[in-house]
């Protein structure tokens, strides 16, 4: 299992990675393999602004379609739409090309109730 220390995570399996107020977010390698094969993700929030744990978007696999949560609070300023084409890329690189949005981060405080790499592996048992 694949969970790289420099990034940070939440309970619903997304994983963040934080360049001064800009977050880039997408969803682990535990949660796409959980999720099975991606076949689309959904993302209609582009420039709006929502508040930390509310719905960003939804990733669909063969099997289940589940809900994408905004892990900060911030503007949704990019979705990465090479998955528009290549959805699998959340599947075979969850962390470079398959990253999901890129999100303005409105309060900066929020980033210290996320999950360091090692608390993400101790919820997963990994």
């Known amino acids: 299992m694949n969970i790289p220390t420099e990034l940070k995570y939440t309970k619903d399996h997304e994983w963040i990675k934080i360049d001064g107020d800009i977050a880039t977010v997408g969803i682990t390698d535990f ?4 999720l099975g094969d ?6 209609e929030t582009v420039d709006e602004t929502l508040d930390k744990e509310e719905v960003f978007g939804t990733v669909e696999a ?9 892990p900060l609070s911030g503007e949704i300023i990019e979705f990465n ?3 528009e084409d290549a959805p699998e890329s959340v599947n075979s ?3 470079g090309d398959g ?5 303005k981060i ?16 101790s ?3 990994a």
């Open 31 to 34: 949660a796409q393999s959980e």
């Open 38 to 43: 991606i076949v689309y993700v959904e993302v």
């Open 62 to 70: 063969v099997k289940t379609v589940s809900d994408l949560f905004q």
């Open 81 to 83: 739409e090479k998955l």
């Open 93 to 95: 690189d969850p962390y």
């Open 99 to 103: 990253w999901m949005v890129k999100i």
């Open 106 to 121: 409105s309060d900066a405080s929020e980033v210290a109730g996320l999950l360091s790499a090692d608390d993400y592996k």
């Open 123 to 125: 919820l997963i048992g």
